[in-house]
């Protein structure tokens, strides 16, 4: 994609946050993060498998005044470590803002372990992010086994 064609893109948006160099496959984990599959106020555009330099495909979204929480911007970057958050005022980028994996994650996601006590009684889930032979995975915090693979819980966002 031409750098002039990503500026026409930012610019179809007057206030509002464009989440760029997201993976295609981490897209529809973002829209449930966000709850954007049940929001019917805030205009949004969709585009994945769109042409990247940086990644080979990468999908994006535009949203009209919304602007992630700090929660939702960790959980985003468990799936899309490469993603940027840029904001949007008055048709201009007024901060661009890279994604961190964040060091814990409280509640959102499930343990794997069929055992955990998170599993049984009704606590919500914290986990470490630890680094596993260059892959992010969850350490419970109480069990210690790790989830990989992790989707979301769906009854917690
Ligand atoms: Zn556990």
């Known amino acids: 994609m031409a750098g002039q064609d990503k500026t026409m ?3 179809l948006i007057e206030n509002g946050t464009v989440i760029d160099r997201i993976p295609p496959s981490a897209l529809f984990k973002i ?3 966000m709850g954007l599959d049940r929001d019917t106020e805030h205009r949004m555009t969709i585009g994945t498998n769109l042409e990247s330099a940086a990644m080979g495909t990468k999908a994006i979204i535009k949203i009209s005044d919304r602007y992630p929480a700090m929660h939702e911007i960790d959980r985003i970057a468990l799936f899309a470590p490469e993603a940027r958050v840029n904001t949007i005022r008055n048709f201009t980028v007024v901060e661009k803002r890279r994604v961190e994996v964040p060091a814990r994650i409280e509640g959102f996601v499930k343990c794997a372990n069929p055992m955990c006590v998170t599993n049984h009684q009704p606590v919500e889930t914290a986990f470490d992010v630890v680094s596993e032979a260059g ?5 419970c915090r109480y069990c210690e ?5 992790f989707g979301a819980k769906p009854d917690t966002y």
């Open 31 to 33: 829209i449930n993060i």
């Open 135 to 139: 892959e992010v995975v969850l350490r």
């Open 9 to 11: 893109e930012v610019r």
């Open 145 to 149: 086994k790790i989830t990989r693979n």
